[in-house]
């Protein structure tokens, strides 16, 4: 991801972001926050949560979303944290 104004739907190109349905539950998402970094703004092949249910998916080349798996994270600790994330987002939405 890369800096961007946090006012901007944009992408890393500074088109405007698809809005894009979650692949499990169906819950609408019309933007994309980097956990490390608020400025970042997504690319082909960054991850992002479901903020209804915590479901994994990954932005594709037209940064619509696709099911992902904790299997396709770089490491564990960014697994760790996908797990710690989705657990936090499904305790919130009970």
């Given amino acids: 991801m890369k ?7 944009v992408d890393a190109n500074g088109k405007s972001l698809p809005n894009n349905r979650c692949v499990n539950c169906g819950y609408e ?3 994309a ?5 608020e400025q970042a703004r997504p690319t082909s092949g960054d991850f992002s949560l479901c903020l209804k249910c915590g ?3 990954r932005f594709n080349s037209e940064l619509r979303f696709e099911a992902a798996t904790l299997d396709q994270l770089h490491d564990d600790d960014q697994r760790f944290e996908v797990r710690r994330a989705q657990q936090h987002i499904r305790n919130l939405n009970r």
Wanted: net charge negative; with cysteine.
């Fill in 3 to 9: 800096p961007n104004p946090a006012t901007q739907r």
């Fill in 33 to 37: 926050t980097c956990l490390t970094d």
């Fill in 29 to 31: 998402m019309d933007a």
């Fill in 55 to 57: 479901q994994l998916m």
